[in-house]
């Protein structure tokens, strides 16, 4: 009789890869007139309205003499990342 072989188990799940499309899920990307925001004598460079489709509220994206940030999340926020040209 032939030794019995082990039965085969399930591979481990493969992980999936974070995506690495630019957006991988829909944005609109929105710039907004950075005096009207911040006033007529604003040094803001810009400021962009970014909306996620999965997302209610759209974030607000300064650039400004501080750097680049989420009006509500700072600067780790995607939705940063998503208006901010990769250097
Ligand atoms: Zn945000």
């Known amino acids: ?12 799940p ?15 990307v929105e710039p907004l007139d950075a005096r009207r925001v911040g006033g007529e004598r604003t040094r803001v460079r810009g400021v962009w309205r970014v909306r996620y489709e999965s997302e209610r509220a759209p974030h607000r994206v300064w650039h400004d003499r501080h750097g ?14 998503a208006v901010r040209p990769e250097d």
């Not at 009789?1 to 481990?12: D, L, Y």
């Open 68 to 81: 680049w940030y989420c009006e509500e999340h700072g600067p780790r926020c995607r939705a940063v990342t």
């Open 1 to 12: 009789m032939p030794p019995r072989r082990p039965r085969p188990t399930a591979p481990p």
């Open 14 to 28: 493969i992980p999936t890869p974070p995506q690495t499309e630019l957006f991988p899920e829909a944005v609109l």
